[in-house]
């Protein structure tokens, strides 16, 4: 429940913004100085009268929030304290080792390490559980102060002292910290004999660099067709999605133009270099978690009938941000425009402009969206993400595979696995025999993994309201059938959902072997959206249709 403060705050944050909004440049310089004012007087009565002791910075910082959640969710301030952390999300660059740690329980453990750094260089283990930082004992420190210790300058030195399976004393380690780069494409190969696959997973500086140095890669491999795997990917840098693009476009074409307030924020963007290949067939793939630049790349190589899009309808965000720096090293990262594909169409889903009564937001109604025609006549529509040529099927993990991953069993198990056999696998064709399954249905048997499933979360709603309705007594024969329907299924729930929790063991055991590219192609064989773009790909009957090429 948002206070009294609060409210207070957000009203003068808020007021200030709606005057701006209605007046002439003189009125709008004094409602500026007025409001600034009231805030200034407003906080200093309430710091100073307030019943209990209040927190300055938690004071000011909930006003700034609540007046910058009042726009969008991407305008944000950020402190200096957290300015480090933000500049990491935009480079993919930070001072460290290379290790990923994750709390599992009251564990700190190490999950991933980055091919090629100190972590791995220096004998560092996935599943390492890490107990001490600099004779730091991680029990006494938060998650963000022990991933804080873990960081730090370049050459600067830190270890690590681990407890390690099969170990019977603690191990210690020295490394010296690095600048370590976070990969845009932690992977590419072949997915067959002519088919070359990019995970592009993020848009920081170099991620057209990464790109072009994989496709030219594949080209040289045999590949007679390219899968770009956008899912997931949130965005990022919007000249990095027009350099991506440009990798498939002539120069000289418009990739994404962006309108905004100001003048100066109106500008087009096109290809300004040699493309690598204008005429190899591809397929993009996309999801719900494909979202701005993302966007750009998939919506640009749409409207030009370069690549045949397939997944799931994309995020929806087509608002650009940019990052201006603030007094005392805080940052404001602010929307400053919209933007729009080659066709025109703008692809952002929630309307902030037009808030509800009750400042709630929703979605641009279907009957505003508008028709667009591709280079080559096929219709798109804007205001609502990017739509697949090709559609496919989300897979939801059920819940029990979900807590099983969050609680640690896939790790562990796969830990485990890994140190009875100290033979790699090849993560491709690896899999786990049923007998191999069976031996972590066992293992699972005095693990406390309990979980409530979505429908018995509906058959209590409905239990709730047929009490509420004076109908409880006389369908509690019916209820009570159904809970012990529940509870028997859910004593083989290890054996009903085999195959998407054997998918995350291999995937897992595989990635403790190979590290990221090892779970990565053992996630391939289950990979319908892979498949498809696959098999479409050697189709160019089918492709050629789909684009509309004659």
Known sequence: MMTKKKILLLTFFIGACVALSFTSPSERYFEIAKNLDIFATLFKEVNALYVDEVNPNKLVRTGIDAMLTSLDPYTNYIPEDEVEDFRTINTGQYGGIGAITREIGNRTVVTMLMQGYGAQRGGLRIGDEVVKIDDIDLSKLSREESGQLMKGQVGTPVSL??????????????????????????????????????????????????????????????????????????????????????????????????????PENNLNYETLNAPVDTEIPVSVLINRGSASASEIVAGTLQDYDRGVIVGEKSYGKGLV??????????????????????????????????????????????????????????????????????????????????????????????????????????????????????????????????????????????????????????????????????????????????????MLLEEEIASHYHLEKGGIEAGFKYDDDIRQATDLLHNTPQYKKLLNIQ
């Open 161 to 262: 002292t681990v407890k390690r399976l099969g170990a019977e004393k603690p191990v210690r380690l020295e490394f010296k910290r690095e600048k370590i780069k976070l990969n845009n494409v932690p992977y590419f190969g072949m997915v067959g004999k002519d088919i070359g696959y990019i995970q592009l997973t993020d848009f920081t500086p170099d991620a057209a660099k990464e790109v072009r140095i994989a496709l030219v890669s594949l080209k040289e491999q045999g590949a007679k067709g390219a899968i770009l795997d956008l899912r997931g990917n949130p965005g990022g840098l919007l000249i990095e999605a027009v350099n991506i693009t440009n990798l498939f476009l002539p120069k000289g074409k418009l990739v994404v133009s962006t309108k905004g307030k100001i």
């Open 321 to 502: 941000q940019v990052s201006r720096p603030l007094s005392y090293n805080s940052q404001l990262k602010v929307t400053t425009a919209k933007y729009y594909t080659p066709t025109g169409r703008c692809i952002q889903v929630l309307d902030y402009t037009h808030r509800r009564e009750d400042g709630s937001v929703g979605s641009i109604p279907d009957s505003l969206k508008r028709t667009f025609k591709t280079a080559n006549g096929r219709v798109v529509y804007d205001g609502g993400g990017i739509d697949p040529d090709v559609k496919t099927e989300a897979h939801e993990a059920h819940v029990l595979t979900q807590v099983l991953f969050e609680k640690g069993f896939i790790f562990d198990f796969a830990a485990q696995y890994v140190f009875k056999h100290s033979e790699p696998v090849d993560p491709k064709t690896f899999t786990l025999s049923s007998d191999e399954y069976q031996q972590f249905v066992v293992w699972m048997k005095d693990k406390n993994y309990s979980y409530k499933s979505y429908l018995e979360y509906q058959l209590q709603q409905f239990t709730e309201e047929a009490n509420k309705e004076k109908y409880y007594t006389e369908l509690k024969p019916q209820l009570d059938q159904i809970q012990n329907r529940i509870a028997e299924n859910k004593k083989n729930e290890l054996s009903l959902y085999k195959d998407e929790i054997k």
